[in-house]
């Protein structure tokens, strides 16, 4: 499946983002879709997860009640609504799906800036 991120920005601390990430290729419903960030100079890291109902989500503590993420399937769409944004949150975003038991497939990541 093909991924495309878009939505992220600059914002000052205490803001709000939606990011978004539209899938085109294989049936969207059938994976699980996931946001991950990497920050520069750090690894990449797990933000939040949604199975493929939208029935269950999971989220990295860091984000844990400041994060949501969404999809809707019949717009080949997940979302990662973000608010209370921290300067710790700037990081390039990325979408990803899983196939199986990974993440397979990978968006090209959309720049999120927060300003202290």
């Known amino acids: 499946v093909q991924l495309q991120a878009f939505g992220g920005g600059l914002v000052q601390a205490g803001g709000s983002l939606r990011l978004s990430c539209a899938a085109s290729g294989r049936t969207f419903s059938s994976y699980a879709m996931g946001w991950f960030r990497q920050a520069d100079g750090k690894e990449r890291e797990f933000v939040a997860a949604?199975?493929?109902?939208?029935?269950?989500?999971y989220y990295a503590d860091s984000v844990k009640g400041r994060f949501t993420i969404s999809r809707d399937n019949s717009k080949n769409t997940v979302y990662l609504q973000m608010n209370s944004l921290k300067p710790e949150d700037t990081a390039v975003y990325y979408c990803?799906?899983?196939?199986?038991?990974?993440?397979?497939?990978w968006g090209q990541g959309t720049q999120v800036t927060v300003s202290s």
């Open positions: 949604i199975r493929r109902s939208g029935g269950s989500t």
């Open positions: 990803a799906a899983e196939g199986g038991s990974t993440w397979s497939d």
